[in-house]
């Protein structure tokens, strides 16, 4: 089986997904990128995270061509391929896509991440922007979301979700765990009606801190807490 632990990760990564409250049903997908193969490990199209086992992980071409697998791949594999054909030199290996509620509700507010906390700096940002909509499964949401996202490593879609990518699966998911808490504080101060946001000069001090903080990981894997 081509990408053999690529598939095994995507497949338990999916089922977290879920019971991380992350997504529901078979919203959402998880792809990890094999740059000297030239090939994705991609979430099938419509299969429920419960019923994904590693052999139902579609391997295709960036051009969505199969190349090992039975399954669909998921309709966002164009979303995916976008960014492993742009991203490359900021570390884009592994991609995680939510629905995931709070970054949805600030997506169809056309409302930003903002640095109401911290630790947005995961994301090498100050501010996660949100994409114009557009159809989901469309080229033209692809180039939207690679477009907007710019020098981070997360972009809003307006009225769908989120996308967040780093060099390991581990790393995206984590992200992808922030994001989702950050909406709900964003979320949180805005429904209070106050909201202290930190400065970029702010942040940067903190993604300045990050480069020295916590334990060197074992493997790429492991994510520091901060
Ligand atoms: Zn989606």
């Known amino acids: 089986m081509l990408m053999e632990k690529e598939r095994e990760l995507i497949a338990e990564y999916g089922r977290k997904m879920s019971t991380d409250g992350l997504s529901r049903g078979t919203a959402g ?35 969505g061509k199969v190349v090992d697998g039975t399954r669909k791949p998921s309709s966002e594999y164009g979303l995916h391929a ?27 507010m056309g409302e930003p991440i903002r640095a109401v906390h911290y630790v947005i700096a995961t994301l090498g940002l100050h501010e996660i922007p949100v994409a114009p909509y557009t159809t989901f499964g469309t080229p033209e949401l692809a180039r939207l979301a690679v477009e907007t996202c710019k020098e981070g490593r997360a972009v809003l879609l307006a009225n769908h979700g989120v996308v ?63």
């Open 29 to 63: 997908n998880i792809s990890i990128y094999d740059p000297a193969l030239g090939y994705m490990a991609i979430s099938p199209s419509g299969l429920g995270y419960f019923d994904t086992e590693p052999a139902d992980v579609v391997v295709c071409t960036l051009d």
């Open 164 to 226: 967040t990518f780093a060099p390991t699966l581990a790393k995206a998911y984590s992200q992808a765990g922030n994001i989702e808490s950050l909406a709900k504080t964003q979320w949180q101060c805005m429904a209070a009606g106050r909201m202290n946001v930190l400065s970029k000069e702010q942040i940067d001090d903190v993604l300045e801190r990050f480069k020295t903080y916590g334990q060197k990981p074992a493997s790429g894997g492991q994510q520091n807490s901060y």
């Open 82 to 108: 976008g960014f492993y054909k742009t991203k490359a030199d900021q570390g884009c290996l592994s991609i995680v896509h939510t629905h995931s509620d709070y970054a949805t509700t600030l997506a169809c």
